[in-house]
């Protein structure tokens, strides 16, 4: 027999107590992997959707706050305010302003509700701007022209060539093109030209926004005054990282929630664990002094006590991990409903191996750490209590 | 047979005090102990019997005298000392059995070994087993065991790190007059063997068995 049979045996003696404990060692574990997945991934989601590889470094937008901005100029959100499309002209002389699109994006649901579709009016523009979208294809022919993303090509088993059925507009469009998967949400756009789709929803002339690409991001700065120097009072220039960021800080009370989750998580756990390590102490006191009888020292005796809290801790995490990715995609989708900030069409729960190993390594050192107290109690009973029957 | 001494006490006294009241639970005890003996202490209830044979097992500390096991004086040292004397130096059995639970008679046995370096004594264990006759019973639990076979499991359990001293406090008193001849036969044999054993108990007729009785009376002793 070795030590750590002993251990497993102890545990075995009240299965239903070291099965609960487990169990909530598992939820901790489970709380802090979804959250930190989830923290992650929102993070990255929204800097990928509004600040990395888009290669547009400023909006000129109507929305001074950033979630607002955020969902009009990413997410085709209604807004009453728009921009005028000669706007586009007069910035495309600022200095180093190397590129300007203008842009109508707009959400529409089918009547039933079922089906919400996003669609980009663009010019030209975006493909010298976006580094990731490598059209299949051509360019838009005529004013019935679509050029799908790669998931609602797939999904709807379109290819260049082919004429396809819109029942929004009950209107039939030629696909020219298709994109390669970028894993953005361009995935699951339908771009128009610019004139058409202000056209469909009658705003002839009116524009989303204008997104601009520098020649380097030095200028950022000098961009930004002379733009503001140049508009009116209500329009406002920022740059994709304010945006994100701005999004980013509207989640931050979203995120100290979800800390405080995995704060009451954590003392759950160390209650339970400290919780049940007490208890097999009390209840096995005569065993603990008899072992010192016969030869079990302090080291010893809090040895097993860390070992078994560590076995539970073991099996708790590894449960716990189990469980999260079972969970994961309802939490996602979960998540998506409950949010009340900007939600990014990517993916926000991310998990990832270092997560789950974080997740368990601070679940396993909280468990030895409440394990401390019973260990030292059970570690200092007298041999001596063996013995007496008071 | 020699006459190594492996215990000695001198002027032993053992005081606890209850409220107010002193008791004077061993009360001025000085004993020499030979290897190879087989010693009983008998006395009525109350008598520090039981006192006296902790302070013998470095489980109690006396209040005053000397307690010297294999001419080391035990009053003087560390705890972690204490905890290897009782490791290697001496075998316990209670009245209580103190078997765990959830591991077989082998497992119960090898339990003291875990704490000595040496972890592997599944042979050792086999066979102290067969020495008590439990040869047919290795792999039952606790549960399944009767009292005298479970008593004779901790004698087993008792023996496994090679002690040089056997102590039992009344190890019959929970089981039936066959039981309990046939514990006191084990000890017989053990000690024909070469083993130390010190037993406390009440029952006068399995006393007789022994080489030497002593008589406890108010933490004194009687005869001798
Ligand atoms: N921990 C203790 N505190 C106070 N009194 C004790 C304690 N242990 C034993 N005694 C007293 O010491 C005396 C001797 O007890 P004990 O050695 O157990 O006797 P025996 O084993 O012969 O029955 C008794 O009067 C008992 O009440
Ligand atoms: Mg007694």
Not at chain 2, 110 to 135: D, H, S, T, Y
Request: proline share 4%.
């Amino acid at each position: 027999m070795k030590f750590y049979q002993f251990a497993l045996m102890n545990l075995m003696r009240s299965k239903s107590r070291t099965m609960l404990t487990t169990l909530s060692v598992a939820v901790a574990t489970a709380t802090l992997f979804v959250v930190f997945s989830l923290d992650r991934g929102y993070q990255s989601a929204v800097s990928e959707e509004l600040v990395k590889n888009t290669g547009i470094h400023m909006f000129v937008t109507r929305e001074g706050c950033p979630i607002e901005a955020s969902s009009v100029i990413a997410q085709g959100g209604v807004s009453p305010l728009y921009i005028p499309e000669d706007f586009a002209a007069r910035v495309k002389d600022v200095p180093y302003v190397k590129e300007v699109m203008p842009f109508k994006i707009y959400a529409i649901t089918t009547p039933d509700g079922l089906r919400t579709d996003i669609f980009f009016g663009v010019t030209d523009a975006i493909q010298r701007i976006r580094p990731d979208w490598n059209l299949k294809g051509a360019w838009f022919k005529d004013e019935n022209s679509v050029i799908l993303g790669a998931e609602i090509a797939r999904i709807e088993m379109l290819k260049p060539g082919d004429k396809t059925y819109i029942e929004h507009f009950d209107k039939e469009f030629e696909v020219t093109g298709v994109l390669e998967q970028n894993f953005t949400q361009d995935d699951g756009f339908f771009f128009l030209p610019l004139a058409t789709a202000q056209r469909l929803i009658k705003r002839e002339g009116k524009l989303s926004a204008i997104a601009l690409h520098l020649e380097n991001l030095n200028h950022l700065d000098d961009v930004k005054i002379t733009l503001e120097g140049l508009l009116p009072e209500d329009y406002f220039a920022v740059t994709a990282k304010a945006l994100g960021e701005g999004v980013l800080k509207f989640f931050g009370s979203t995120r100290a929630m979800m800390f405080m989750m995995i704060l009451i998580a954590l003392i759950v756990c160390t209650l339970g664990i400290a919780n049940t390590m007490l208890m097999t102490t009390v209840e096995r006191r005569k065993e603990f002094a008899y072992l010192k009888c016969v030869g079990a020292g302090f080291l010893d005796i809090s040895r097993l006590i860390f070992l078994e809290t560590l076995i539970i801790s073991l099996i708790g995490t590894a449960l716990g991990l189990i469980i999260s990715i079972f969970l994961i995609p309802g939490f996602e989708h979960f998540i998506r409903g409950a949010l009340v900030v900007y939600v990014p069409a990517a993916k926000i729960v991310r998990p990832g191996v270092d997560i789950a190993i974080l997740s368990s390594a601070i679940v396993i050192l909280v468990g030895i750490f409440a394990a401390l107290y019973p260990a030292v109690k059970s570690a200092k009973i007298a041999p001596m209590e063996a013995i007496r029957n008071e | 047979m020699n006459n190594q001494t492996i215990i000695e006490i001198k002027d032993v006294v053992k005081i606890y005090k209850r409220g107010e009241e002193e008791v004077h639970a061993v009360d001025g005890i000085g004993l020499e102990i030979k290897k190879g003996e087989f010693l009983s202490v008998v006395g009525p209830s109350g008598s520090g019997k039981t006192t006296l044979l902790n302070i013998i097992g470095c489980v109690d500390n006396p209040t005053q005298g000397t307690v010297k096991i294999n001419g080391q004086d035990v009053t003087t040292v560390k705890e972690a000392r204490l905890t290897k004397i009782r490791r290697d130096a001496i075998g316990f059995v209670f009245q209580q059995f103190f078997l765990i639970p959830t591991l077989t008679a082998l497992e119960n046995v090898q339990l003291p070994g875990l704490f000595a370096k040496n972890i592997n004594r599944v042979k050792q264990a086999e066979e102290l087993l067969n020495l008590v006759g439990l040869n047919k019973r290795i792999h039952h639990r606790p549960a399944h065991l009767s009292g005298g076979e479970m008593q004779r499991v901790a004698i087993a359990r008792s023996l496994i790190n090679s002690p040089s001293v056997l102590l039992a406090d009344e190890p019959t008193g929970n089981l039936d007059s066959k039981n309990a001849e046939m514990i006191f036969k084990i000890f017989d044999e053990l000690n024909k063997n070469g083993l130390t054993v010190i037993v406390v108990t009440h029952n006068m007729e399995l006393a007789k068995n022994c080489r030497k009785v002593i008589l406890l009376e108010d933490g004194k002793i009687k005869n001798a």
